[in-house]
């Protein structure tokens, strides 16, 4: 597999080639909060979605508060909280600074629960946003994402931000993907690898390469009882 084939050795700043990388709550996200102070039984009913083990430390489950059609999520204790458009850090200074108000040195983490999910012609997968910098390509290292015969050259890519669909092809054999908007994914893209025709030729499930099997056989047959 070749990727970016027509790449040169460079430095370049990433974070001066797109500021949209990182990834951004939207409308209909779910988020994942822990909140914590210095007694963290105080805090423990700001965190319904967690869990605190023996050693105090809270772990994530896997639902979060949902972000509603007015891109604000129901937070306890200081309620409506507007988080539309803001990265998981500026969602977590700004339920910080709402809880000064009743703690000294609250602690606040957020995360954004999403992930990407990939078509490829014979199935799909999702993969979970771990970080706020998920590009194509970690999408496709995953095993089994991909087959020879790709179209590479054709990615398309569905993106939904701010109640408007876009779509976009790309190629992932040319360096540009590197300074394309789509090279870094957001929460809820889809990616759709289109399977090329040779491979999906000679899948062995596929009624071509039944069909040319049996004509095989058949005349395999044919000849070995004009033979007789």
Do not use: H
């Not at 979060?64 to 977590?92: H, M, R, Y």
């Not at 999702?126 to 390509?137: A, D, F, G, K």
């Amino acid at each position: 597999m070749y990727y970016v084939n027509d790449v040169n050795e460079q430095v370049q700043r990433i974070d001066s080639i797109k500021k949209v990388s990182v990834q951004k709550i939207q409308k209909g996200d779910r988020v994942s909060v822990i909140a914590s102070c210095q007694d963290p039984v105080q805090t423990s009913f700001l965190n319904p979605f967690n869990n605190l083990n023996a050693g105090g430390n809270a772990t994530q489950s896997t639902t979060g508060f949902l972000v509603d059609s007015s891109g604000s999520i129901d937070f306890p204790l200081i309620g409506a909280t507007t988080v539309l458009n803001l990265s998981s850090q500026e969602a977590a200074d700004k339920i910080k600074t709402e809880l000064k108000k009743y703690y000294k040195d609250p602690y606040v983490f957020v995360t954004l629960s999403g992930k990407v999910s990939v078509l490829n012609g014979r199935g799909g997968y999702s993969v979970p946003i771990t970080n706020e910098r998920l590009t194509i390509l970690d999408v496709l290292a995953q095993p089994s994402a991909y087959e020879p015969d790709d179209r590479w050259d054709e990615v398309l890519v569905i993106r939904e931000v701010d109640g408007k669909r876009t779509t976009a092809f790309i190629d992932l054999t040319s360096k540009e993907i590197l300074n394309s908007p789509y090279y870094y994914l957001q929460n809820n893209d889809i990616v759709y690898i289109r399977p090329g025709k040779l491979n999906a030729s000679l899948k062995s499930t596929t009624a071509v390469r039944s069909t040319v099997a049996m004509v095989t056989g058949i005349l395999a047959l044919v000849v070995l009882l004009i033979k007789k």
